[in-house]
């Protein structure tokens, strides 16, 4: 295919391994007053076939994306992360250190604070330059790398986290592609843009967050008196086990994807036809592609309760399911409640114990679609 160019090393061979069709921004929830239709925007994934980078086509039209909550996992995660890092003793008392954040939260320069670091905010060369999921944002990605190596004083080290593409098509995690989004690195696509920028990847840590979080640690080539240690060839080798460079392998997301939006489509299809009451619970970004992709509408999904004030009033972008206060579950008494944050299941039953009491259930979007394939 020769209609794109690679984010990375602009090469313009390459496959499409997942597409979602026309999506609009999943972050900005329109007012019900609102019909739409709301503004859409290809989504899709393209794999450079010369150095491995699964991205978002260049080209594509990005919108804003906005800045979002502060997930606890996030938060409890990069304790643990700064934990183990400080333990290597990459992270020295006095050190400077620049810090990349995500737009959508999760600063370690607090934690980072404590140990006695010194944070950096004005552009400045540091000890320690710090990217959490922030580089993935950057539509340059070369200008947004190069802006980031350039500030490691000699000496120095890179620390990049990010989200493996290896884990997302292990874990079938199609739904983390979105706008905004630009790059899903696999250890070795990213090795490859670190090695075009004079760096290589010494070390890493991973974590279980999001099914799977790399942490690596890189430095100037020029200073190496070791190579890649065993951490960085493990990832690598389980890269290659993955297939994470071949778009057979990574067109899996596709699979999932349609698996996923069938299933949840024929189980509203079914609910509605058997006359059962489905609400949702959770009106969250993820859950926007899904309900797209499964061809809902507030005829077979008539309200997603949300505790957040904001989107209260507001709808579901891309479709017209109106978002109503928690307090609307235990009015209309719904037979089932479709939960799009599996990972609240037990703080919901806990607070809405009236929908178990009055005969509904709770269902795990996550769920439908693995009954769907085992079908
Ligand atoms: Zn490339």
Redesign the pocket.
């Known amino acids: 295919m020769g209609e794109f160019a ?6 313009k061979t ?1 496959h499409l391994v997942l597409d979602l069709g026309e999506q609009p921004t999943c972050d900005y929830f329109p007012p019900c007053a609102d019909p739409g239709p709301d503004r859409l925007y290809p989504l899709q994934m393209w794999l ?1 076939s ?4 699964a991205q978002l086509p260049a080209g594509a039209t990005a919108p804003e994306e906005r800045r979002g909550d502060e997930p606890a996992a996030l938060v409890a995660h990069a304790g643990d992360a700064v934990r183990r890092v400080a333990a290597t003793g990459l992270l020295p008392d006095g050190a400077r250190v620049a810090e990349y954040g995500s737009p959508h939260g999760g600063s370690w320069l607090g934690l980072l604070a404590d140990r006695g670091l010194t944070p950096v905010h004005d552009g400045g060369p540091a000890d320690v330059v710090l990217d959490c999921f922030g580089l993935m944002h950057a539509a340059d990605q070369p200008a947004a790398l190069a802006e980031r190596v350039a500030r490691v004083i000699p000496g120095g080290v890179l620390l990049l986290q990010y989200q493996p593409l290896e884990t997302i098509v292990r874990c079938g995690q199609w739904n983390t592609l979105r706008h905004g989004h630009y790059a899903y690195y696999s250890t070795t696509a990213l090795a490859l843009m670190l090695v075009a920028h004079g760096f290589s990847p010494r070390t890493a840590w991973r974590f279980e967050l999001y099914g799977g979080t790399v942490l690596l640690a890189a430095r100037r080539a020029a200073e190496a008196s070791a190579g890649p240690d065993g951490t960085i060839r493990a990832l690598l080798a389980q890269d290659a086990r993955a297939g994470v460079l071949d778009p057979a392998m990574v067109l899996g997301l596709q699979v999932s994807e349609r698996a996923q939006a069938k299933g949840l489509h024929d189980w509203l299809v079914a609910e509605h036809s058997e006359g059962r009451i489905v609400l949702g619970y959770g009106a969250a970004s993820r859950a926007v592609a899904l309900l797209r992709r499964a061809e809902a509408n507030r005829t077979l999904l008539p309200a997603v309760a949300d505790a957040s004030a904001a989107k209260q009033g507001s709808r579901m972008p891309g479709t017209n399911i109106p978002i109503v206060h928690p307090a609307e579950l235990a009015v209309c008494q719904p037979d089932a409640v479709l939960l799009f944050q599996p990972e609240l299941l037990t703080e919901v039953r806990g607070a809405f114990p009236e929908i178990e009491a009055a005969g509904g259930r709770w269902v795990n979007v996550d769920a439908l679609g693995y009954c769907a394939t085992s079908r």
């Open positions: 690679c984010r990375a090393c602009r090469g390459g450079c010369s150095c491995g980078l």
